[in-house]
């Protein structure tokens, strides 16, 4: 016979594991994240960018697997993604914890995890500096904020918005999306350019920049001669200008220019050198 309290603490365990199982499959199973068009973010509101505006910003930025490519406010991770599929190491920097789980979802079902990577962080508190390619879908006042940041990058780093501006940063490139994008369907590229204005010694000369983005004016003064710098900008390090009937191009290390010039009799080799170097 089996004794009564042993019967009991049977009955008991059998009753709590029966409880156990009925609860788990009864248990309704947690439903997938799925971000809702509209839904309200930190500074904006979510819209994904289409597929298509995609395929041309990445094809704008020239990017190559040698660059570094963040996005800012990264989403669902569908740039960082596509720019992983190209070969290319990319970062997305997203404020939403759930937008930042769903990317990471998406790269590891692409198989392109170990290109894409995401964080949970303000793009205002987080150091995008690095990136040689830089990504974004914000509003104008966004952009604007950034600006001064973006301005202090490397010379040559490509910076292509979603359909907003930089104010007055006129961009290098504007294109169109083509095929089935209906809405915010245009990109803006802007160069970072190299920072020149200012007075540069040019052989017996005094060559004067003044700058605004990319775009410079000036005088070129050879002995008691001053000619006014025409179609005069920056792309990158590199410099393009015209004196009189020169032509000048070169490129810009630190507080040193060199490059050819043609036209008017001349045709070779020019270097200058910022004053007070």
């Given at each position: 016979?089996?004794?009564?309290?042993?019967?009991?603490?049977?009955?008991?365990?059998?009753?709590?594991?029966?409880?156990?199982?009925?609860?788990?499959?009864?248990?309704?199973?947690?439903?997938?994240?799925?971000?809702?068009?509209?839904?309200?973010?930190?500074?904006?509101?979510?819209?994904?960018?289409?597929?298509?505006?995609?395929?041309?910003?990445?094809?704008?930025?020239?990017?190559?697997?040698?660059?570094?490519?963040?996005?800012?406010?990264?989403?669902?991770?569908?740039?960082?993604?596509?720019?992983?599929?190209?070969?290319?190491?990319?970062?997305?920097?997203?404020?939403?914890?759930?937008?930042?789980?769903?990317?990471?979802?998406?790269?590891?079902?692409?198989?392109?995890?170990?290109?894409?990577?995401?964080?949970?962080?303000d793009?205002?508190?987080?150091?995008?500096?690095?990136?040689?390619?830089?990504t974004?879908?914000?509003?104008?006042?966004l952009?604007?904020?950034?600006r001064?940041?973006?301005l202090?990058?490397?010379?040559?780093?490509?910076?292509?918005?979603?359909?907003?501006?930089?104010?007055?940063?006129?961009?290098?490139?504007?294109?169109?999306?083509?095929?089935?994008?209906?809405?915010?369907?245009?990109?803006h590229?802007?160069i970072?350019?190299?920072?020149?204005?200012?007075?540069?010694?040019?052989?017996?000369?005094?060559?004067?920049?003044?700058?605004?983005?990319?775009?410079?004016?000036?005088?070129?003064?050879?002995?008691?001669?001053?000619?006014?710098?025409t179609?005069?900008?920056?792309?990158?390090?590199?410099i393009?200008?015209?004196?009189?009937?020169?032509?000048?191009?070169?490129?810009?290390?630190?507080g040193?220019?060199?490059?050819?010039?043609?036209?008017?009799?001349?045709?070779?080799?020019?270097?200058?050198?910022?004053?007070?170097?």
């Open positions: 016979m089996i004794p009564v309290r042993t019967l009991a603490a049977a009955l008991l365990a059998s009753a709590i594991a029966a409880g156990s199982a009925a609860a788990q499959t009864s248990a309704p199973a947690a439903t997938p994240y799925v971000p809702q068009v509209g839904q309200q973010g930190k500074d904006v509101v979510w819209v994904p960018t289409h597929e298509a505006l995609i395929e041309r910003m990445l094809g704008m930025a020239q990017v190559t697997p040698a660059d570094y490519l963040i996005d800012l406010g990264s989403g669902d991770g569908r740039t960082v993604i596509a720019a992983a599929k190209r070969g290319v190491k990319a970062l997305g920097i997203e404020y939403n914890p759930d937008l930042v789980a769903l990317s990471k979802q998406s790269a590891e079902k692409e198989g392109v995890a170990d290109k894409a990577s995401f964080v949970h962080g793009i205002f508190q987080t150091d995008f500096t690095g990136a040689t390619v830089l974004l879908f914000l509003l104008p006042d952009n604007r904020r950034l001064p940041t973006i202090e990058m490397k010379p040559g780093t490509r910076v292509v918005s979603n359909t907003f501006d930089m104010g007055e940063w006129t961009p290098d490139q504007t294109v169109s999306a083509e095929g089935a994008c209906t809405s915010y369907c245009r990109a590229k802007w970072v350019p190299a920072k020149v204005g200012g007075t540069w010694r040019m052989g017996e000369g005094e060559l004067a920049l003044t700058q605004t983005f990319q775009m410079l004016s000036g005088t070129l003064k050879t002995g008691d001669a001053s000619v006014p710098v179609e005069a900008r920056m792309n990158g390090e590199e393009a200008f015209k004196a009189g009937d020169r032509v000048y191009t070169g490129r810009v290390s630190g040193r220019m060199e490059g050819r010039v043609q036209g008017g009799g001349a045709e070779g080799a020019w270097n200058a050198t910022r004053a007070g170097s």
